[in-house]
């Protein structure tokens, strides 16, 4: 893998595109403090995925984007792109990168509202592709690939399990640690997918016992519905067969009377056609009056228009007079002013030309001076020379006086530094053998406080477990709250699942006629059924609905025409027949000749009886219908009674039972087990109806359970939470009393220790004491030896001083001489500085002047063009203004023509109303007449529609029940034969043969056994037909989840395989690799440290793969017990001795150091630049660095500058080295011997610009 180019945008202080190029070898990024050098490697460190604002010196991540400067405006994106070659397949694999890529560009791009995004050559991808990309590489956010100043604390004071990172990306175990995480997780999952799926596969096995039985039952019923669903439309079907019958003789009878009407209707017709045509010329005749009105308002509006743009052109004619006149006076003005300026340049010419003849005279005085300069200088170096052999003699004398006086000192310093030290010695000893009095009194304190805290601890550990306690008890009764609730929401559930079916039974009219619900569905102005109009308690129901019977269905409107267009959209469309009631036609019951209504407790009929429109509560629109049905109907106990109270009444009333059993006016009993009872609420309309409002009632009363059941709950979990709150702060409290006692115990140990030390400093201090009373006596003897060879130096330095007086008088005449002539020098380079200035200034007027002149001949060229410009513009507002003026004068005209046009329509618009007024007269008078017909018919109908309805309703039945029509049914001979049980067994024998009333079938004995199925049907309950295929769905539902957690247990245990042969993978990797490591280390730093002693050290030997690693570092001569004692250089060769011991084992592609050389000195640098050499085969590297050492072994240089303030900017210098490369400390010589060529990284501009060239040589020069 090799770093070919890095590219930033709007990074930092990198506003503008800037592109870096990386060759094999050494690059040098250089600069001053603050110009962005390092902002280079933040952008490489964020560009691989880094997500710590902090690690890029930002508090949050759009830091990162350029923040604007004074003259630019922030940024809303930061882009950083990463171009590399030779990437192996392996790794771009990882990243799902195609392998037809021979080079790949990596880039990140972060906006200011927080979004992010990255990309692999310009496909958008996810940080993870990028991390698999780089994993195993040596190359990453966190590796050993970018070192700043900053990391080498970081990496030698970190935590020993933190420094595992580098060790690991070394090893190349990252990519498997991540498989590992990844394993982990899926296991996790599965563990959760487990639970889950054990928990369905109960819940399915218990459901699978419950549908079973369901399932068996369902089977059952079916078997009964077969055997009644073929026995009740044969009957159907016989009923069908007479009710076809009489309505063909109803039909008949209507025939005359549709002849009748159909004859007048054709007359009327034939009228208001002839009214339409009239209405249609009428229509027309409006369009055309509309139509010539807005024609004359067009022309208006065409004519004003053209009027305005008139007035507009005469406007813009005054504009462009006056535009003539100005561009003529500035025309006048620059001719004037161009006279003046060709006058000044010709002037200047002149003075040029006596200025250069000046400016040569005196160079030449300026030569004559400088060379009596260079004689007088001549003679001072001789003097000099003579001077400095003096010098040096006495200063040889100096040296050795200040030398022996210095040592004469040193032994008097030495000699008080004892003293004091002895005076010190004797304060610290009575010191320290205060402190270890104090001490003993310490230790016995903390032995007494520790015993307190342990006591405290106790009693606190018995308030928490009192407290866990309590919360154990609430937990369960949370739980039997939350099954509590969860039973009242099932149940509020189910009643609403009831509530909404009864809804939608009753919104689809379920129950009701075709007809009837097609007359609701197609007429507006309906006012529902009758049914929709009453109520009824339960009990009574099946007596309403007996009598009532197919009244219910009923449909209201509020006048005859609207029944009259429902039933005829009904026989149009062919949607079946319905009632239809109006109600203005409805009757009061006192003006209905065959009512009665008789008080609740009438003994002239039923003196135990009740009245039927006493149990019903009707609307008041429908009270004059319902009379009429239910004024002579009364409710008795059994036929029975109403046998006994029709005998006794003698007059025009009707009985029924409360279970629907009738005894009509007539003495026709009707009854029988096909009755409704009240509580089939698919058929049963009144009962569905009291269903629905009695669910209403208790879903509202469960919802009041439901209140109830969650407030306990959230009472509970409220008191759960404060237990949890003390719990919580219980336990704090008891930790941090245990670590106050482990804190006491640390400081009680400590003191012990620090007792011993105590006692050790004390015999310490006796014996510094006697040694240096042993000291004083020796250097007293050498202090007196010192003092006579100090005489004999001084007297040489005497007479080496007496020469240097001499030399220097001969040397203050001739400097005197060199000061006059350097002084009458330097005039003359003034008066030549100041000609020169002048020269130069009046040059730099000429060259304005010359601008201005070529200006000004621009402006009059400009100006006369706007003139003929002008003069354009002015006749076409002229030909504009005569055309307006022809166009007003025709539109005019037009509108005259088109006003008198609309006079004449209007006129024939009044004789098309009169026509149309006098047929609508005549056509009224027929209609009258028309209507008369078609009442006698509509009576007529009204029983031929009754006969229809009840035949409809008899199909509507059926076909409801068991979607068949009945006129499709074949009429059978239906034997009936018992079986063993007392069930009966149908079969159905077809024959053709048999007239329509099938004299061979017992039709009683078909009613009697459809009765006793349906009794039987009844009496089985609730039935759920879909059991049957939940059951075979939940069995199927069974077997896919144990297939499930077969599988899951076999993926869990691929799982544990794949992670255990993860681990000892890693585990082999990692032990080869730091084993390596660690011997490169030691030999690493040796050779660096010339000697000394480091290791490397893992905490736990058993768990290799999560034990911390410990550094250990000693330099030669120094006796360290920790690694943050050595100094800044020492840390930083040490981190060197790391890296490149990682690097023998797993080179890193690309290495970039920031400011890594910072704290060495010049020997330690040298050896840096030596091993750092020996790499270079391996590895690029990109070097941040101020050394002058470290940039002469750069391949490449590039310079950071700040030209604009706030905005970095890059130059580069490309070295070509020559073929003997010089090695060792000499290689600083290697700036110097090699050739440089300037060349500009800016995509914004390809040239240096001059400030651009003088930074890159500034960066040179140093």
Known sequence: MHLKNLTVLGFKSFADKTSLNFEPGITAIVGPNGCGKSNVADAIRWVLGEQSAKALRGGEMADVIFNGTDKRKAYGMAEVSLTLSDVDEEQLKAAGVDLSFTEITVTRRVLRDGGSEYYINKTQCRLRDIQQLFMGTGVGRASYSIMAQGNITQLLSSKPEDRRIVFEE???????????????????????????????????????????????????????????????????????????????????????????????????????????????????????????????????????????????????????????????????????????????????????????????????????????????????????????????????????????????????????????????????KIQLEEERTSQRVKLDQFSDTVEADKKAAHDQRETVEQRQARLKVLQEEIQAAAEKLDSVLQSQAEKRSQLRVLKDLESSHEGFSEGAVAAMKEADTLMGSLADHLR??????????????????????????????????????????????????????????????????????????????????????????????LGSVYIVDDLESAASFWRESGRCVSFVTSQGETLSPCGVFTGGGALSDGKNLTTSILARKNKIAELEEQVALVQVEVSEASRKKGQIASEISSIQAGLQEAQSELKAREVAIATSEGEYRALKTSSQVLEQKIDTVVYEIQSLSDQDKELTEKREHLKVQLNQIVEQEKTAQEKLNELNQELDHFRQERDRAQAASTESKVMLASEEQSVAAQKRQKSPLEQRNRELAQALEQRRAEIASVLQKREQCESEIAESESSVERFSHERNIVSEQTAGLLAQKREQDGAIQQRDGILTEHRQRLNEVQNRKGMLEVELAKKLSKL????????????????????????????????????????????????????????????????????????????????????????????????????????????????????????????????????????????????????????????????????????????????????????????????????????????????????????????????????????????????????????????????????????????????????SGRLANSKATLQSSRVSDDGLDLEANRSAKAILKE
């Open 170 to 428: 070394a090893a190349g175990i990252t990519k498997f640690k991540a498989q590992k995480r990844e394993a982990l997780r899926k296991l996790d999952h599965t563990d959760q997918n487990l639970l889950r799926v054990a928990d369905l596969v109960g819940e399915v096995k218990r459901q699978i016992g419950s549908l079973q039985r369901q399932a068996g039952k369902a089977k059952r019923y079916k078997q009964v519905q077969t055997e009644l669903q073929l026995l009740e439309t044969q009957l159907a079907r016989h009923e069908y067969d007479i009710l076809q019958n009489e309505i063909q003789d109803r039909h008949s009878a209507c025939e005359g009377l549709q002849q009748q009407y159909e004859e007048s209707s054709q007359f009327v017709l034939k009228n208001e056609e002839e009214i339409r045509q009239l209405r249609s010329r009428l229509a027309e005749l409006d369009a055309e009056i509309s139509a010539s009105q807005q024609k004359g308002m067009e022309l208006k509006n065409q004519a004003d228009r053209h009027e305005g743009r008139i007035q507009f052109n005469r406007e813009r004619l005054v504009e462009l007079d006056h535009q003539n006149e100005r561009a003529l006076s500035e025309i006048s003005q620059a001719e004037g002013r161009k006279l003046e300026v060709e006058a000044e340049l010709e002037a200047l010419a002149h003075s040029l030309a006596s200025a250069d003849q000046d400016l040569q005279q005196k160079r030449d005085a300026v030569e004559e001076h400088l060379q009596v300069v260079r004689q007088v200088e001549s003679s001072i170096q001789s003097r000099q020379e003579a001077f400095r052999q003096v010098q040096s003699e006495s200063f040889t004398a100096t040296q050795a006086v200040g030398k022996v006086r210095n040592e004469i000192s040193a032994l008097d310093f030495q000699s008080q530094s004892h003293a004091k030290r002895l005076e010190k010695l004797s304060s610290e």
């Open 536 to 629: 009824v308690e339960s009990k009574f129901v099946p007596a309403i609905e007996s009598v009532l019977g197919d009244f219910l269905q009923v449909v209201l409107t509020e006048s005859p025409e609207a029944a009259r267009e429902i039933l005829g959209l009904l026989r149009d469309k062919k949607a079946g027949s319905a009632s239809v009631a109006s109600v203005s036609m409805m009757q009061k019951v006192s003006e209905c000749s065959f009512s009665h209504s008789p008080t609740t407790h009438d003994p002239a009929y039923s003196p135990y009886g009740l009245a039927a429109l006493t149990v019903v509560e009707c609307d008041p629109i429908v009270q004059p219908l319902l009379d009429c049905l």
């Open 952 to 1227: 409809e309703n008899l199909c509507n039945r059926i076909e409801e029940r068991y979607q068949i029509a009945l006129d499709q049914v074949e009429t059978e001979n239906v034997p009936l034969n018992s079986l063993p049980e007392g069930e009966a067994s149908t079969e159905a024998e077809p024959r053709p043969d048999l007239e329509i009333f099938d004299v061979n079938t017992d039709w009683d004995a078909v009613s009697e056994r459809v009765q006793a199925l349906q009794k039987k049907m009844d009496s089985m309950g609730p039935v759920n037909l879909v059991a049957i295929e939940e059951y075979e769905e939940t069995e199927e539902r069974y077997q896919f989840l144990t297939q499930q957690y077969d599988d899951l247990i076999k993926a869990k245990d691929e799982l544990m395989t794949v992670i255990n042969r993860i681990n000892t993978q890693t585990r082999e990797m990692f032990i080869q690799t730091f084993n390596q490591i660690r011997e490169n280390f030691q030999s690493m730093f040796t050779e660096i440290f010339d000697g000394g002693m480091a290791d490397l050290k893992l905490h736990d030997d058993e768990d290799v793969l999560e034990s911390g690693i410990d550094i250990v570092a000693r330099p030669p001569g120094k006796k360290l017990q920790s690694i943050s004692l050595l100094s800044g250089g020492e840390q930083t060769m040490t981190a060197v001795s790391l890296l490149f011991a990682i690097y023998q084992v797993r080179p890193s592609p690309f290495c970039v150091l920031d400011e890594l050389d910072a704290p060495l000195d010049e020997s330690n640098i040298n050896r840096f630049i030596m091993i750092l050499e020996r790499f270079l085969n391996h590895s690029q590297f990109i070097i941040i660095t101020h050394n002058k050492r470290t940039i002469s072994i750069a391949d490449i240089l590039y310079g950071v500058t700040m030209q604009e303030r706030g905005v970095s900017r890059i130059v580069s210098v490309k070295f070509n080295r020559e073929e003997n490369k010089i090695a060792g400390p000499e290689s």
